[in-house]
């Protein structure tokens, strides 16, 4: 009887998609946005003026001189170039590191001192400044506790709070002892609370199943669990990649070393985060197999304000900032060059006293400095990143796409520090930043 009844209301739910769950009526209203310019992320060009009638949350249609229904909204956005909300598709929203601590030490911490509920209330509130930075979908992978991402996703999708869309995947999988180095055998089980640890082939698709079960919507494993010294066996990634399938999750892995990426993509996982150490050999590999690079980057204005804070003492000189952005540039240039796919994501997890959204975004002028074209930047964080989470109303500006919008003061071609200058954002239809 109580399933009939939840089958029921789900049922409603599903008819009515303009009712959110916790029962605000969001009234598809019309809207029309006028774009003096509009990136195309489907082709990586600039399109001269464009309308983009939204309704709802969706988008209708784009076109030019669109004519403006009776009763639509129109937001004036013909000084500005507007684009999809940018997607980062890795933070780590419910961690944040004072640079002078480390990984262990800041995590146990987290774990034992912070707790899940504080973790995800702080979480929220730097979700939001992704969304203020025209930031408006993320991919959070792990370092949340345990599953204090997927509340805090519940919690946005309610309208509960502002922030951006939300791929989660719970606790990653990993080999024994999570990131922790240096955690003593008998406290073993603190690792546990912050990362899933696999034991065997059996255990890798019970972990998926579990974490699909309590929320997770993206599955992360560690290849190797660095600076740990433990791999995840190709037979316990190819089971997790297997069971992910099953249950239609993409599976991304954390990978530093050219070891541990060739072992994952030989595993069939859709993306690498990191790969720092990818050999040109293994970059084609990926290309040919289809598998992401997802490349997690601090710039040069990151760096410093990371250093100020860090050591405060020795401030760092001109050659110790050109050496580091110089093996940034060059490990970035080689991956362009392989033609791999790539998603943008920042892995700001460091605390830089500025709204984290704001610095995650700088990984973008990452990129820009080691020579990529704005376009492709722009498609690393819209199309690139949609096509990878499965999602084809994503990261995209046309008809049945989410009213995923933002816009920025400049041309970014041009300047690309127009991108820091963010006139409007709009998420699923509602605006956040800009004429309301
Ligand atoms: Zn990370």
Do not use: C, W
């Given at each position: 009887m109580k399933c009939v009844k939840i089958a029921l209301i789900f049922a409603m739910l599903w008819a009515m998609p303009a009712l959110s769950i916790n029962g605000q009526t969001t009234a598809a209203e019309i809207t029309v946005i006028r774009a003096g310019r509009l990136f195309d992320s489907e082709n990586g060009v600039f399109l001269p003026a464009r309308d983009i009638v939204i309704k709802g949350n969706t988008i209708e249609s784009v076109g030019e001189n669109l004519p403006v229904p009776k009763g639509a909204r129109v937001v004036d956005l013909r000084r500005y170039t507007v684009m999809p909300g940018l997607i980062d598709a890795h933070v780590h929203l419910l961690y944040l590191e004072n640079p002078s601590g480390g990984l262990t030490a800041e995590g146990v911490k987290a774990i034992t001192m912070e707790g899940t509920p504080l973790r995800a209330l702080r979480g929220a509130a730097r979700a939001r400044t992704f969304l203020l930075a025209g930031i408006t979908t993320v991919r959070d992978l792990g370092n949340s506790g345990r599953f204090g991402d997927v509340a805090v996703r519940l919690a946005i999708n309610e309208g509960s709070l502002d922030g951006p869309r939300m791929y989660?995947?719970?606790?990653?999988?990993?080999?024994?002892?999570?990131?922790?180095?240096?955690?003593?055998?008998?406290?073993?089980?603190?690792?546990?609370?912050?990362?899933?640890?696999?034991?065997?082939?059996?255990?890798?698709?019970?972990?998926?199943?579990?974490?699909?079960?309590?929320?997770?919507?993206?599955?992360?494993?560690?290849?190797?669990?660095?600076?740990?010294?433990?791999?995840?066996?190709?037979?316990?990634?190819?089971?997790?990649?297997?069971?992910?399938?099953?249950?239609?999750?993409?599976?991304?892995?954390?990978?530093?070393?050219?070891?541990?990426?060739?072992?994952a993509v030989e595993a069939g996982v859709d993306s690498i985060e990191h790969g720092y150490r990818a050999e040109d050999a293994t970059l084609t590999l990926m290309k040919e197999r289809g598998v992401a690079l997802v490349p997690t980057y601090l710039d040069s204005v990151n760096i410093k304000r990371l250093y100020a804070i860090a050591r405060p003492a020795r401030p760092l000189t001109e050659q110790e900032l050109s050496a580091s952005l110089k093996q940034r540039y060059e490990r970035l240039q080689r991956a362009m060059k392989s033609g791999v796919t790539m998603v943008a994501g920042s892995d700001n997890y460091i605390d830089l006293k500025v709204p984290q959204g704001e610095a995650a975004k700088r990984v973008l002028f990452t990129y820009h400095d080691a020579g990529m074209e704005t376009a492709q930047i722009l498609q690393s964080a819209t199309i690139n990143a949609a096509r990878l989470f499965g999602e084809p109303r994503l990261g995209v500006i046309k008809t049945g796409a989410f009213a995923d919008i933002i816009a920025v003061d400049g041309d970014p071609v041009k300047d690309f520090d127009a991108l820091e200058r963010i006139k409007f954002v709009m998420k699923d239809g509602k605006i956040y930043v800009g004429q309301p």
């Open positions: 989660v995947s719970g606790p990653g999988l990993s080999a024994e002892g999570g990131q922790f180095p240096g955690l003593q055998y008998n406290y073993r089980g603190i690792a546990e609370e912050e990362y899933r640890i696999v034991r065997g082939v059996e255990d890798a698709r019970i972990a998926v199943r579990e974490n699909v079960t309590y929320g997770a919507n993206v599955i992360k494993i560690y290849s190797s669990a660095s600076p740990n010294p433990g791999f995840l066996s190709i037979e316990e990634m190819r089971a997790i990649v297997e069971e992910a399938r099953l249950l239609s999750v993409k599976v991304t892995a954390h990978a530093t070393s050219d070891i541990a990426i060739k072992r």
